[in-house]
């Protein structure tokens, strides 16, 4: 029979009253996610934040000290932030109530973890806890502005794709022309929900297989350039076989269907980044805590 402490207990009951609360919002994100490409990344991040904290499970609960005096506020941030959920909001558009809401209830549920757990095993499981702000759907707005650089950027690559291999090439905003081609970047050539796939994949693998901060904040850094220069990479040999070899290419499969393909390439080149990253630290695995050890002994 396994045994629940009065902690684990606590924690229960306030997520599952949160998701009694907050039921509509929580509905409407995943609805959101399902219908639009620009979402698609959402239903990710709730499945692996719980995994995460599952798999460290042994070690935060070693670390556990629940206790009003060392969680006062992230108490108060989850009430003040639960209050949200109930506040009228008719002033502001459905998109950002949605995201105010959701916020609402991210701000909850990690303030009820520090609650319940203390904030020695919240911050070991910070990572997973932190993990959980990729819910907040963005704005309506503010996700438009981002397609529309995906669009300008992919566009930037495949001119300079063209330009290096010697085909002539013009830009005009997002169309892109070559000898017998103009291509135009719609909005759903921007590649928003692979772009934003990419960047949850890739986070959650330099969380995974690295251990230094700067070597995770370079993969991740790297993935939105890697992503931009698939869209153009797909833009170029799309046109290329469709002028070169087959007009077909312009409207066949791997134009709708393609996308996937591309996507792969760019992984491999983050999985060999992350082999390079994670050999370098399994060779010098102390070089990290060298000056340490020397400030410590006064060497």
């Not at 998701?19 to 959101?32: E, K, N, Q, S």
């Not at 109530?97 to 095993?121: E, P």
């Not at 949850?200 to 350039?225: F, H, N």
Request: one cysteine or more; aromatic letters at 10%.
């Amino acid at each position: 029979m396994i045994r629940v402490e009065k902690h684990q207990a606590l924690f229960i009951l306030l997520w599952i009253a949160s998701l009694i609360v907050a039921w509509r919002p929580l509905a409407g994100t995943f609805t959101l996610s399902l219908r639009d490409d620009g979402y698609t990344h959402i239903l990710l991040i709730l499945p692996i934040s719980a995994a995460l904290i599952i798999l460290e499970q042994r070690s935060f609960t070693k670390l556990v000290s629940p206790g009003l005096h060392t969680s006062w506020a992230m108490l108060a941030l989850a009430i003040f932030s639960a209050c949200f959920i109930f506040a009228p909001t008719a002033s502001v558009s459905p998109d950002v109530q949605l995201s105010i809401r959701i916020l609402a209830l991210v701000l909850f549920w990690i303030g009820a973890f520090t609650l319940c757990f203390g904030t020695r095993a919240s911050r070991s499981v910070s990572f997973p806890l932190l993990f959980l702000f990729g819910l907040v759907p963005l704005p309506r707005q503010l996700l438009d502005i981002f397609v529309s650089l995906l669009q300008q950027m992919s566009a930037c690559a495949a001119h300079f794709l063209f330009s290096i291999c010697g085909v002539p090439v013009s830009q005009d905003g997002v169309a892109v022309s070559i000898p017998g081609l103009t291509v135009h970047v719609a909005e759903e050539c921007s590649s928003i929900r692979s772009s934003s796939m990419l960047l949850v994949t890739t986070i959650v693998l330099a969380y995974l297989l690295l251990r230094s901060p700067w070597r995770r904040a370079v993969v991740v850094g790297l993935a939105l350039p890697l992503s931009i220069f698939k869209n153009g990479l797909r833009i170029f040999t799309i046109a290329m076989l469709g002028t070169r070899v087959d007009p077909a290419y312009l409207t066949g499969r791997l134009h709708h269907d393609g996308g996937i393909v591309f996507f792969a390439i760019v992984m491999l080149i983050i999985f060999a980044i992350l082999w390079i990253f994670r050999r370098a630290e399994n060779r010098w695995p102390n070089a990290a805590l060298k000056p340490a050890l020397s400030n410590a002994t006064g060497a």
